[in-house]
């Protein structure tokens, strides 16, 4: 059983449009997103931490800012995409439809990638409204 946890808050924009949605999601538009990660563990290292909240700013902040901070995420579906890439507009590709879950899910694999050991991640994409993806192999 986890006993331990820290959480590291990033900020980033990204714009995003919803394909096979009613809603005005399906216009193209921005996000002020808060990105939260979370890291478990039963124990604490030498140190007496889960992780160091540098560490875990330094994995994914960076893959965040290069990959998805200030850009269009996209679905490879939308027809708006050849346009905007042939306007050498900036955007990030997603295989699936860009909704906040599927954000999350992707940088939660992009960090337990590079080796983070990630319970959960969540995406504020409001004040009032986030979407989570969760780990089953975390907290070794």
């Excluded at 980033?12 to 009613?22: A, K, M, P, S, V």
């Excluded at 330094?58 to 490879?76: A, G, P, Y």
Aim: net charge negative; aromatic share 8%.
């Amino acid at each position: 059983m986890l006993q331990f946890k820290v959480t590291k808050q990033i900020e980033f924009c990204y714009g995003h449009r919803l394909l096979n949605y009613d809603g005005k999601c399906k216009h193209l538009h921005g996000h002020n997103g808060l990105l939260e990660i979370d890291v478990a563990a039963g124990s604490l290292d030498a140190r007496g931490m889960v992780a160091d909240f540098g560490d875990i700013k330094d994995v994914v902040k960076e893959w965040v800012d290069t990959n998805m901070d200030h850009q269009m995420i996209l679905s490879k579906d939308d027809p708006i995409l050849k346009l905007l890439l042939d306007l050498n507009e900036p955007v990030y590709v997603m295989d699936e439809n860009p909704t906040a879950e599927n954000i999350a899910k992707r940088i939660h694999e992009e960090a337990q990638n590079a080796g983070l050991d990630i319970m959960e991640t969540r995406l504020w994409e409001t004040p009032s409204s986030y979407a989570s993806y969760t780990s089953s192999e975390s907290g070794s």
